[in-house]
């Protein structure tokens, strides 16, 4: 069915943004889409956040099924001080209750570098870890409760044009919204397949930006053990070093659990191996990898596995932009193009920091206050 679902009526162009919009279009409903509902919501301005798929969260996605805590199947650390989850909620936020824990310097750490396992101490580390909790269950506690009544799901967004003078967003199914502005938080990969067209086109460099920032491949698998035989961490060489990240790590670490849970973490190049592969063959192929780490005594301690392919998911299509990208190309993907397209999320932002779950609630809610 297609029609003109508006949120408001039309206003004036003089009138747009003297003050602020009255209503918005947000596009993706993960970390930077739910803050940014969130913010708008506390400025009483009207929302409707699209969600592709049938859920909210997007890489915040967390199993509870498979242990005795919340299993991060995508954002896992706290890769900053836990202040800035009250940056997040903001002044008017009850009192946090989410528990978070650090690692300690004596902590096990192995390197392995393709056929030695080096083994020292983990040293200095200021990730941290939730304790039975997740990036997900803070958001559904904190967030989601004053956003969720806005978010329409399995409403991918295809079209979106800011040519008239109320922005209107077409999805999939032919439905159109229209409002003052658009906040656009789909994950890089959906605009470099150029799954939504803009119209007008975006601007050269924007779509440059877009084209050549490298977003990264990302796959995660937990595998339960009847006894520990890993270090807290242990990272595997990847080259260049540059090219991405492969590690094992005690994910029940910090919980309070007596499970026997390691994590395995691949983005860049070094999650290809792993990518489109069945459950049993990326089970067998893990668990030859750690036999050959760990002297063989992965194998025997096995007890089952859950696995994420994020390169797969439809509306993801990978982890995150690289670490190393450059500054000012992330700074130009942040940047809002006209009066009524804006962008925020893990790639979009001020180009300071990308890449993390902070990063992305962090520039959505600095949209809103802009807007
Ligand atoms: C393997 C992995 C490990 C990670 N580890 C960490 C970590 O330890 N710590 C950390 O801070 N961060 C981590 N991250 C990064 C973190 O998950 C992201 O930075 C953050 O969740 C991104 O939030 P976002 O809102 O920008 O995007 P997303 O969470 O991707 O949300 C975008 C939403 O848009 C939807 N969407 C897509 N296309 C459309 C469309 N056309 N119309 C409507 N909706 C659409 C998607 O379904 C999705 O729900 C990790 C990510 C991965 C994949």
Redesign the pocket.
Known sequence: MAGLLGLGTVTSPKALFASSPRDVLV???????LTAGYRLAQRGIKFRI????SA?????KRDVSFADFPVPL??????ATPRVLNSIVGKRAKKLSIQTKGYKRDDGYGFWDGSVLTREKLGAQSDLKFVNSS?FDFFDAYIVPSVKRNISFQ????AIDTSQERATVTTRSGEAYSADAVLV???LK?LQER??SFTPPLPKPKLSAIDRAVFWE???AFLEFEEPFYPTYTDVKVTPDEAGQHSFYDAAYGQNSRRNILGM?A?GRAARPYLGLSKAAVTRHILRELDEIFDGQATPRFRKIITQD?SGEP??GG??VQDHESWKRVRELGRPVGERLFFA???YTDGEDW??????ALAAKRVVDQL
Do not use: N, Q
Request: charged share 15%; hydrophobic share 50%; net charge negative.
């Open positions: 596009i993706g409903a993960g970390a930077a889409g699209l969600e592709a798929s909210y969260g997007g890489r915040m995508g954002a896992e650390w706290l890769h990036w409403a991918p967004a295809t938080t789909v994950p959906m799954r939504i990302g796959f995660k973490f983005v994020w509306f993801i982890a995150y999320g893990e790639a890449g993390a779950v902070h990063d992305a």
